[in-house]
Each structure stands twice: as structure tokens, then as C-alpha cells.
Nanobody, 115 residues
């Protein structure tokens, strides 16, 4: 099993920045893809960004140019840097991975963008 623990969420003003962190309980060096998802009230959970073992990344169209996903395999950490945040970015953000054909999720961290 893999336990994922997110941190770094909070209240930020429009145009502000946040850095989310995801700590994994197991080595992520063998996990091919780590990702961040988000879910706003009344909406489905959707992918924000993903990073693959070779370092390649994939971003949701709504977040391209405004966020950067990174991973530190030595520390078993995944990060999501978000800039130019908008009220519509308000959601619970979840860390995700698939390991041995099973999906794992963290408990989520709330991001609220409001003045």
C-alpha cells in the first residue's frame, strides 16, 4: 500500500500563489506516474497535472502556464506550484498514484481562492 499525505492548501487571494506538497509512504521511484487532481463542490474530480518517471509532464488545459508539477524521488515527494490563481481554482486538491494496478489517493487539501 501507498499512503499519500497532501499539505500546503489554504486561502489565497486571486492572482496569488500556492505550493502543494504530497508525501508518499513508499518509494515513488518505481511509480511511473504521480498526479494531482482537484474536485470542486458539485463537480467531478479532474486531473490538474501529472508527472512521469522520466520527468515528462502533462497539464490540464485550464492550468497550463499557471502551474508546475515536480517530483523528488529521493524524498518521495511530489509538488504542485500554482500561480495566478483564480476563484475557479477553488477545490480540494488530491495527490494520486497508481501502484501495482491500484489507485491511491490522499485525503486532499483545500485550496480557496477568494478576496
Amino acid at each position: 500500500q501507498v499512503q499519500l499525505v497532501e499539505s500546503g492548501g489554504g486561502l489565497v487571494q486571486p492572482g496569488g500563489s500556492l505550493r502543494l506538497s504530497c508525501a508518499a509512504s513508499e518509494s515513488i521511484s518505481s511509480i511511473s506516474a504521480m498526479a494531482w487532481y482537484r474536485q470542486a463542490p458539485g463537480e467531478e474530480r479532474s486531473m490538474v497535472a501529472a508527472i512521469f518517471r522520466g520527468g515528462s509532464t502533462n497539464y490540464a488545459d485550464s492550468m497550463k502556464g499557471r502551474c508546475t508539477i515536480s517530483r523528488d524521488d529521493a524524498k518521495n515527494m511530489v509538488y504542485l506550484e500554482m500561480n495566478s490563481l483564480k476563484p475557479e481554482d477553488t477545490a480540494v486538491y488530491y495527490c494520486n498514484c497508481v501502484f501495482k494496478m491500484r489507485a491511491y489517493w490522499g485525503q486532499g487539501t483545500q485550496v480557496t481562492v477568494s478576496s
